[in-house]
């Protein structure tokens, strides 16, 4: 039997990202506790497969292929939700496109691009969002940032670390501004989950994955289900007094000192 605090019956959640991986994972969890949802991602044909597998699950959906990065189409993406929803009650900002370059190398036109995608385009949609809930006086705002976001990962990601830093600090001060008005904002801040990018990476450089097990004293990876139960989480009133948090989804990452030895290795 579910605990009824986790039930999101009658809400309408919109979801980025939802093609693959935690994008697909979160709109997959939110749709099981109960929820309507807007999916929507640039692969339309990942987005239609994630929307075939939630309508078997009772719910009404509705895929909306675009680009989340682009400031129009975010804000057409709300009006969506206005006029085929007539309310929003969860945002999951999972989409978080960036590129990798050394910081003596990298243009600012380059940084500039990342920093519209994973802070511009963000705090649109956060935004947009926080405006309609604002309104209603309650809703649940779940940015999905990165471990990158708090300490430094090096090997090139500085901008995606930057602008993730970004998204971090727009966490918590949108937190603070719109708590009092019954409006919660959170972020979860993942390790390392491949996907079909990092997966490349990994076959690039094969002592890539060892360098990341090394950081995580779980011993595995990440899987796109493990983001499920803590989504459930932040969007149900099982957290109604949590916000401007920045929770690890990280195996036990951001804990470990630096030259700490998982396992009770050494």
Known sequence: MTHPLFDLSGRVALVTGAAQGMGRATATALAEAGA?????????????????????????????????????????????????????????????????????????????????????????????????????GRGSIINICSIGGVTALGRGNFPYSVGMGGVAQMTRELSTEWSGRGVRVNAILPAQVPNPRLEERMLEDPSLAGTFLRGIPMGRFGHPDDIKGLMIFLASDASAWITGALIPLDGGNLAMNAGGTPGGKG
């Open 36 to 136: 309507d949802v807007l999916i929507t991602d640039l692969n339309a044909e990942g987005l239609q497969a994630t929307a075939a597998n939630l309508a078997k699950l009772g719910r009404r959906v509705m895929p909306v292929a675009g680009d989340i990065t682009s400031v129009e189409f975010v804000r057409g993406l709300y009006a969506t939700v206005d006029r085929e929803f007539g309310q929003l009650d969860v945002a999951a900002n999972v989409a978080g496109p960036a590129k990798r370059s050394q910081p003596d190398r990298i243009t600012l036109e380059q940084l500039e691009e990342v920093l519209h995608s994973l802070v511009v385009a963000r705090f649109c949609s956060c935004q947009e969002a926080g405006r309609r809930m604002l309104a209603a």
